[in-house]
């Protein structure tokens, strides 16, 4: 294969990225001190993506304020006292020739829960061990864990204020771009679904109620960095009936279009606990299909492991962009691997020159 689509260069609102193989956000759990700063295993976590030939390093979810963090030891971009550590991750990935992005994030009715990591229970961690209030569009909890409260107006001005300031300390820190956290069941998604979001206010009710929250987060985002590339992760279904679904997340793309965003990282569910997810190889890729017939880019996520599946779904028109996880955690050095594998002209120069003895 003389020239993959998996390794030419990608540029998203004048930012050229190396290629098309990107980090999707992997939350780490790592923060050990509980204050929201990545320290030595951030520093060597994104050193070694950017190393391995990734185009953009995505960070996993970082919270714009202390209560929207999942877990008491994930990332935060709540103060200005964060923005010197988080440059040092964008020296590192910069100097592998990577692109670096956060992904911010609020986590609503799933804050407060234990790190998911082996040997910690599951569930919401309460405040006798660290825990706090969690809030959501409405009183209705995820499963078993706390309920959680519902948010007045005046908070919501608040929390888009938050996304807007996490931008940003990512901006002033040397970040190339932001992601903006609508998925999975977090707080953004919460309002976009009728089955956690029961508000019969401005911001509930029809979709346009529903994706406001959203949509203001977006503009404001967008209004304060006109130049920084914003992508916007979507659970494009629930894969429930009653559920923010394919139909709605087509409407949706297209508004956050008009509001600023660049590219929608489609991934899908999460926002109950026991939807029947069709989980296979490249389950996701049709979503992304779907909603690359709209007016944005899009990137695919979702059990991709091989050269031959990424590039054909780029070849075939079904995205622009890949995003891998759990396979980079496995080999941080899987894109130049695959580089060599599909024969890209760029191969040998994403090999760092202290590894050219290495076989690829």
């Known amino acids: 294969m003389a020239d993959p689509y998996l390794f030419r260069p990608f540029t998203l609102r004048g930012m050229e990225v190396r290629n098309r193989l990107w980090v999707a956000p992997m939350c780490q759990y790592s923060v050990t001190e509980l204050d929201g700063i990545p320290r030595d295993w951030h520093l060597v976590h994104v050193g070694a993506l950017a190393r391995g030939g990734a185009g953009l390093v ?54 407060s829960t234990y790190p998911a990591l082996p040997g910690f229970p599951a569930g919401t961690q309460p405040s006798s061990e660290g825990g706090w209030e969690t809030v959501a569009p409405s009183a209705v909890p995820f499963g078993d864990f706390t309920t959680p409260r519902a948010l007045e107006v005046p908070e919501l001005h608040s929390i888009t204020a938050a996304f807007v300031a996490a931008a940003g300390r990512a901006v002033a820190a040397g970040f190339d771009a932001i992601e903006v956290h609508a998925a999975h069941g977090y707080l ?37 960095h006109p130049e920084l590339p914003v992508v916007v992760r979507l659970s494009a279904t629930e894969w429930v009936d009653g559920g923010f679904d394919l139909a709605e997340s087509g409407v949706v793309v297209a508004w956050l279009a008009e509001d600023g965003a660049d590219l929608i990282d489609v991934s899908s569910a999460a ?34 492991t091989s050269a031959e599946q990424a590039e054909a779904i780029l070849s075939t028109g079904q995205a622009d962009v890949v995003y891998l996880g759990r396979p980079l955690l496995a080999n941080p050095h899987l894109p130049i691997s695959w580089a060599h594998e599909l024969r890209a002209p760029v191969a040998a120069e994403l090999v760092p020159a202290p590894y050219h003895r290495a076989r690829f």
């Open 58 to 111: 995505t960070l996993e979810a970082t919270a714009v304020t202390a209560e929207g963090r999942i877990s008491p030891r994930d990332l935060g971009l709540w103060s200005d006292e964060h923005t010197p550590a988080f440059a040092r991750l964008a020296e590192i990935a910069h100097a592998h020739g990577a692109r670096i992005s956060v992904q911010l994030a609020h986590a609503g009715r799933k804050a």
């Open 188 to 224: 953004l998604h919460e309002f976009l679904s009728p089955l956690s979001n029961l508000r019969d206010d401005g911001y509930g009710g029809d979709l346009a109620g529903r994706a406001r929250l959203l949509r203001e987060t977006v503009r404001a985002i967008r209004g304060a």
């Open 271 to 304: 926002n109950l606990p026991s939807a029947p997810i069709p989980v296979g190889p490249s389950y996701q890729v049709p979503l992304a299909a779907s909603l690359r017939q709209g007016p944005l880019p899009v990137g695919a996520v979702g059990l991709i």
